[in-house]
């Protein structure tokens, strides 16, 4: 492997991504690796995350570790001494970077804000709360657990723990007109966050919304018009409160962005343990795509009889490389670095200054970026770019 090759991952950094795969209950809109259990061995999670961890780290070594992102299912859920178990590890197998950020997911219920305190002792220093809306009749709808001013009173104590605390919401859901949005969205940005993440509801096949919608029995779903408008407020309502998209749906204060999302989008390596996590690492034989066995029971039994729940391991080849670069980087405000695409062997099958004209893409500075319009197109745009 050349040596551009070999120091890509630099331009961006290097991550921990420790999925927890246990919810109290299953949300119908939600995809992501998430069960819901009787009991959970909390004891037996954490021995197989560490062994996970071990493994990965010889195959990395001697790297600093920038970002530690706990995500889910929900890991509000896992015991304090859990998490202080694994960011001490990580911290024994690599070397944390100074002031490395250390962010957990949390379900903004009244039990868990109880956990909150424990978490920044265990070295959690960010918070990402899953509040989705401020309405109770919403909430319930989304089939969550919590309300609305218990999400509020959850928030108070994270703010009350952590320096960086960041929230979800989701919008386009059913009945909800722009002018609902847009209130609830103020009502949001009133309360101060420095982060906001802002997910248009997506269907997503398999799950409970796919299932009624199938049947005619979700109603009220925004028109692509109505959708593409949602998204126009949402840009100008955030901007004009000082926390711009720095990348498709997420917000931020600058300098306040997800450093640990943005080693995702800017295409560093990342180490995934836990169910289903996914990782890119770049070793010495080369960069490689892994997962890991998504079913929890499979995982631990796996992990324990070999010390790897690896399903898969892929080698990415240059161009390969190059292409998942441009396909994240484009979500970002940022955008692409064309250099370090051709730098990594990839080709574009259109050319960058036609897709300007038509008002898709801005170029700069070497870096090309979607317009307003254009980011509606992603993947349409994508689909030109790559061939
Ligand atoms: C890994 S999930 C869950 C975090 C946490 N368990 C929770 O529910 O609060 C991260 C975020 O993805 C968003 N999300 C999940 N499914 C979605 C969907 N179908 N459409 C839009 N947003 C979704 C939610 O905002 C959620 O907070
Ligand atoms: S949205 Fe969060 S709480 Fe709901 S099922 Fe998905 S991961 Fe679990």
New binding site residues.
Partial sequence: MNAPLREDWRAAGFGLYVHWPF?LAK?P????N?HVVREIDQAGVRDALLAEMAAAAAETPGRTLDTIFF??????LMAPETVAAVIAAAGRHWRLAPGAEITL????TSVEAGRFRAYREAGVNRL?????SLRDDQLRALG?THGAAEARAALAIARANFERVSF???YGRPHQSLADWQAELAEALELGPSHL?L??????PG?R?AELHARGRLPGLPTGELGAALYAATQEQCGTAGLPAYEISNHARPGQESRHNLIYWRYGDYVGIGPGAHGRLTRPDGRVATETLRDPAAWAAAVAATGSARAAETRLAPAEQAQEYLIMAIRLAEGADLERFFRLGGRLSADPAGLEAEGLLWRRGGRIGTTGRGRLLTDALLLRLLG
């Fill in positions: 919810c949300c809109y939600c995809d992501f998430s995500g889910g299912g929900t890991p509000s997911e949390a379900n903004p990402s709360m899953g509040i989705q969550r979800d919401l989701i993440s997910y248009q509801l997506t269907i997503e799950t919304f």
